[in-house]
């Protein structure tokens, strides 16, 4: 991070639910609630492991955004991004979530900061 840095924030929205279960290991992943049988179709947020798998794809997309380049810290469904002026801000951001959005990935925009800020 540097003195001169501006900042903007991505949130993924219901990020674990976007990363599909393979069909032959949903089987793996069944609960029963009130007598009904269900198996998850996504990434449920119970499992132990959803975090570092979730992280380990996540950090696929930063490299991706890196060799752009773009300056990016992930941390679970949060995503920094820092950039050297405020209207590079706004172009590292928008391409960020059209990389994010090409890969099935949605914003919580309530939850984001989409203007830049050096604070």
Request: hydrophobic share 40%; with cysteine.
């Amino acid at each position: 991070i540097r003195e001169v840095d501006f900042f903007t924030s991505i949130d993924l929205m219901e990020a674990y639910l976007h990363v599909p279960i393979l069909p032959a290991h949903r089987q793996f992943l069944r609960f029963c609630y009130n007598g009904r049988h269900y198996q998850y179709r996504a990434l449920p947020f119970c499992l132990s492991s959803a975090s570092r798998s979730f992280t380990k794809l996540l950090a696929a997309l930063a490299a991706h955004l890196r060799a752009i380049p773009i300056r990016v810290q992930c941390y679970l469904d949060d995503i920094l991004i820092q950039s050297s002026s405020p209207s590079k801000a706004i172009e590292d951001l928008e391409l960020t979530i059209q990389v994010l959005q090409e890969h099935g990935f949605s914003v919580n925009e309530a939850k984001s900061h989409f203007t830049p800020t050096n604070t």
